[in-house]
């Protein structure tokens, strides 16, 4: 399905400050944003603490294994959200005071997903006499269930939606039914945080601190960990979620960062001085992810806890290894997922409202980010599956916005009792496992429930903008201005604008990526605009035009010691004559294309 761009609509209230550049009041009007007090970012709009359901008992919980100096075991997830709501928790209990704590984290490819009794059974050979998990869990009925057979409380920590069951423990997760929290799309890793912060306050008022000699932590040393989980995990960025992002990004500005954060970005080539969300949802989420995804996020883990320098550039010089290896086998999978569209007959009309494909030889730690990759290149949700256990594929899904995935499984599963043999997620993204026997009965059965709620809605594929950029508007103070105007993310878009653009210039670089050298219609100014792996955006770089309608971000290009104004093009339409003649590539003059994630 082609893409097409449609200018947002603007939001008819507008309290904005009368000052506001005018670009960037668009841009919010744009997204809804019509308060001047929505724009501050401060911790005094933050959500209360005392709004998250079922704290006290879980606080309570804390403080008695501390108090008797109980073994706790934090039991995380293998992806970024899990692995920094991991060391999150670690830290901070033991920046509190607790004597001894420790983590699991489950094997993608030997435990599974969250906490299964197989793994409280290791949490028990730990001497764990209190099991918190981080990140998962509200599903864990079984495992819960043998927890409470050896003796060992579990308080659940967890932002997934609830099934229709839940385990008998302690639960805190602003998405169960009834919850007064009022920022229902927290990360995993923003609900460990909203823990800690009860937790401190419980622990001032019963005097912990004072009586051990303990100074108070500071939990805002941690929001470089909330801000990378929660842009990780591309949860919606409301505004409560905005503020943990963004008050970690101005951490890690100042020089505030974590030690294996701050390699993290090193050796992706990015600047802790002027990083964004975009550098960490794009740059250090996939060296994160790596590990979980090819090896073991206890590697991931233990970078973002080490406070030994070296330990942490050897960490994550692993990680960027990790993460290459990852981009190879999945170059090599969307190229067979492709060519299985095609010999299936699957394109144009033919192609059904949701896609589900297996291959025997792909990775199960690769389909998530292959079905990402395919989701964006088709414009509607896909579903990749890869052989699990025997006689089980292991799914993994990605949508488009307008079909949230979670209750989309729900609704197959209620309607084919026994179909899916179990499933959990959220609106974007989501994981299954179903019989290898029902692959074609569950893809028709997911497909026609697509379809069901695509009935009456803007079909996928529209890509939403802000409008022109002016002769005024470009230069390097407007692109400044537009990058540290966020956080941008899932729910709250970077900004994206179009316009006719006369193309100079164009030539392949970084192997795969396509640079071109345009015109903004009224000036003389040459731009520099790159296109990442074309093929994903449905881009011939044979069948561009001289005149071209571009749809991109305003960008900065900071390479050989040059800044200068760049465009990160995410739509082209021909318009006119075809373009230049593609020249040769002249080196990889440009750090982004080495650098995409």
Known sequence: MSRRIVRRPLAVEDRLPEDLNPVLRRVYLGRGITEAEDLDLSFAGLASVDLLGNLQPALEQLHRAMVREDPIVIIGDYDADGAT???????????????????????????????TPALVERAAGLGARLILTVDNGVGSVAAVDRA??????????DHHLPGARLPDAVIVNPNLPGDPFPSKHLAGVGVAFYLLAGLRRHLRQAGWFGSRGLAEPNLAEFLDLVALGTVA????????????????LRRIRRGGASPGIGALLAVAGRNSETVTSVDLG???????????????????????????????????GHLDELNRERRQIEAE????????????????????????????SWHQGVIGILASRLAGRHQRPVIAFAPGAEGELKGSARSVPGIHLRDALDAVARRDPGLIQRFGG?????????????????????AAEVNRRLEGMEPPGVLPSDGELGAEDWRLETAWMLRHAGPWGQGFPEPLFDGAFTVVDRRIVGERHLKLRVRPPGTELVLDAIVFDPALKGVDPQCLGERMH??????????????????????LERQGAPAPPERPEEGRDNPTAQNVA
């Open 282 to 316: 794009f740059a250090v989420a996939p060296r994160l992810n790596a590990a979980g995804r090819l090896a073991d996020m206890s590697l991931g883990i233990r970078c973002l806890l080490s406070q030994d320098r070296a330990v942490v550039e050897t960490l994550a």
């Open 85 to 115: 709501s991991t060391a999150l928790a670690l830290r901070g209990l033991q920046a509190m005071g607790a004597r001894r704590v420790d983590f699991l984290v489950p094997n993608r490819f030997h435990e599974g997903y969250g906490l």
């Open 333 to 360: 999978m969307r190229e067979g997922a492709e060519a299985l569209v095609e010999a299936l007959g699957l394109s144009g009309d033919n192609l059904p409202e949701a896609l589900c494909l297996f291959d025997p």
């Open 426 to 446: 959220h609106a974007m993204a989501a994981g299954l496992c179903i019989s290898s026997a029902q692959i074609d009965r569950f893809s028709e059965r997911f």
């Open 148 to 157: 409470r057979e050896l003796e060992i409380a579990v308080v659940v920590t």
């Open 233 to 248: 995990d591309v949860v919606s960025l409301d505004r409560n979620n905005r503020i943990l992002v963004e008050q970690g």
């Open 550 to 571: 571009l749809g991109y971000h305003l960008d900065i290009n900071q390479y050989g010691g040059s800044t200068r104004l760049q465009l990160i093009v995410e739509h």
